[in-house]
């Protein structure tokens, strides 16, 4: 599939994204986050920073390959305590269900259990290559790929606590990635 098609795609779906501030998470090709972030100068201008360039410090450091990234989900939240309290009680959600790397473990304050506003979700690759990029013969080596990345990151240009977290991540994603590799 040529790849200017997908990037159009792409940059019509994050133009749904909400433009001003709040929460949001990068999803991989199955919809699971993988990494819930806040923006105070608009959800839409931020994901885009992180889908569409190294302009970004988790893109820059190998935190996320951004390859992998299917989905986007999005919560306008106006104000910093609501936006900080809201990213603080979905990194905990999220994390609980499957490790997320990001830099900071953040803490959740709990006031938003009962009231969490309903997220914008947008896929941001077309479907058919959402398809073949979940085939596991593709999946596999690009993610050992990344994951020897961002070991040569951590080894050669930055050894940080956050980064060996995402190692740790990376690497129990890796070992599902080679269960379905391997049945395949």
Same mark, same amino acid.
């Given at each position: 599939?040529?790849?200017?098609?997908?990037?159009?795609?792409?940059?019509?779906?994050? +133009?749904?994204?909400?433009?001003?501030?709040?929460?949001?998470? @990068?999803?991989?090709?199955?919809?699971?986050?993988?990494?819930?972030?806040?923006?105070?100068?608009?959800?839409?201008?931020?994901? +885009?920073?992180?889908?569409?360039?190294?302009?970004?410090?988790?893109?820059?450091?190998?935190?996320?390959?951004?390859? /992998?990234?299917?989905?986007?989900?999005?919560?306008?939240?106006?104000?910093?305590?609501?936006?900080?309290?809201?990213?603080?009680?979905?990194?905990?959600?999220?994390?609980?269900?499957?490790?997320?790397?990001?830099?900071?473990?953040?803490?959740?304050?709990?006031?938003?259990?009962?009231?969490?506003?309903?997220?914008?979700?947008?896929?941001?690759?077309?479907? /058919? @290559? @959402? =398809?073949?990029?979940?085939?596991?013969?593709?999946?596999?080596?690009?993610?050992?790929?990344?994951?020897?990345?961002? =070991?040569?990151? =951590? @080894?050669?240009?930055?050894?940080?606590?956050?980064?060996? +977290?995402?190692?740790?991540?990376?690497?129990?994603?890796?070992?599902?990635?080679?269960?379905?590799?391997?049945?395949?």
């Amino acid at each position: 599939m040529p790849e200017l098609p997908a990037q159009r795609y792409k940059e019509e779906q994050l +133009r749904t994204l909400p433009a001003g501030t709040g929460v949001y998470a @990068l999803c991989d090709l199955d919809n699971v986050p993988i990494y819930v972030g806040q923006s105070v100068d608009g959800i839409r201008a931020r994901v +885009r920073r992180h889908l569409t360039s190294a302009r970004s410090d988790v893109i820059a450091n190998r935190q996320i390959d951004v390859w /992998e990234i299917g989905y986007v989900r999005a919560w306008s939240v106006v104000g910093q305590p609501a936006i900080n309290s809201l990213e603080g009680y979905l990194y905990s959600k999220f994390d609980a269900q499957s490790p997320l790397v990001n830099g900071d473990v953040l803490k959740s304050m709990g006031e938003y259990a009962d009231k969490v506003p309903d997220p914008v979700q947008v896929q941001v690759i077309p479907e /058919e @290559l @959402l =398809v073949a990029r979940r085939d596991p013969t593709l999946r596999f080596p690009r993610q050992i790929q990344h994951f020897n990345q961002l =070991v040569d990151y =951590v @080894l050669n240009t930055q050894d940080k606590p956050h980064l060996r +977290r995402a190692l740790s991540v990376y690497f129990a994603r890796l070992s599902r990635y080679y269960e379905q590799f391997i049945q395949e």
